[in-house]
């Protein structure tokens, strides 16, 4: 007699569109990183206007769903940033058409050197699980109170490694330290005073999340591994006929 499982409870509409807009500000920031910015006395990749977003949008499911939701869909960005690095690479070594002028420009535009996308993705992992553990963290310390501490707190440290990490791999031996430690910190505070800003939109996304989903996850118990080989192997031997 064979048995039947029961089927796997979907995600929620809002938990999608969440984390949809987390990837889309993540892929959109590295596409459009390429241009400097200069805004006052900070020179920063354009990506700056958009960038913090994700973190927005990491912090919100974080507090919201939880510690192990955000590393799910941390490492789905993870994932769609390399499939735009291999089709943007792909679309640039497709011939041009002969009355197609722009190729060198297209090329130049949207094509990253190898060192920069590797600084770009190593430093996105460690920003983001640092944010969200952070979080995470504050959250159970706090008892659920004073958000206002932990989206702050967490941006602090996530965003300061986030920084250090890509500027550092991406232009050491190339740029002076003098001015590559400039940079770090120019993208630093600019990044915390864009949350500090967006403090008020959080408050008022996460309480409507919250309301509406009826979930306010505390990670009391969870394991903060980046990768939860444990759950893996459980969840394959129970997924095994």
Request: include cysteine.
């Amino acid at each position: 007699m064979s048995s039947e499982r029961a089927p796997r409870l979907s995600a929620s509409p809002l938990l999608i569109a969440t984390s949809s807009l987390f990837v889309a500000c993540l892929v959109t920031s590295n596409i459009i990183a390429v241009k400097v910015a200069s805004l006052g006395p900070f020179s920063v990749p354009a990506a700056i206007v958009i960038f913090p977003l994700a973190y927005l949008f990491g912090d919100v499911l974080t507090e919201v769903w939880g510690y192990r939701t955000a590393r799910a869909v941390i490492w789905s960005g993870f994932l769609a940033n390399i499939v735009v690095v291999l089709f943007i690479a792909a679309a640039i070594a497709v011939p041009a058409d002969s009355h197609y002028t722009d190729q060198p420009a297209y090329a130049r535009v949207l094509g990253e050197t190898p060192r920069i996308v590797l600084a770009s993705l190593i430093a996105y992992l460690a920003g983001e699980f640092l944010n969200a553990f952070v979080l995470a963290r504050l959250k159970v310390i706090t008892r659920g109170r004073l958000l206002w501490t932990r989206t702050i707190g967490s941006t602090l440290v996530g965003q300061g490694v986030d920084s250090a990490l890509f500027v550092t791999i991406a232009f050491a031996g190339v740029q002076p330290w003098s001015l590559l430690l400039v940079i770090i910190r120019d993208l630093w505070v600019l990044k915390v005073v864009y949350e500090v800003i967006a403090t008020p939109l959080t408050y008022a996304i996460v309480t409507v999340l919250k309301r509406v989903e009826g979930v306010d996850a505390f990670d009391s118990t969870t394991s903060f591994a980046p990768i939860p080989l444990r759950a893996l192997r459980a969840r394959l031997r129970t997924a095994s006929p």
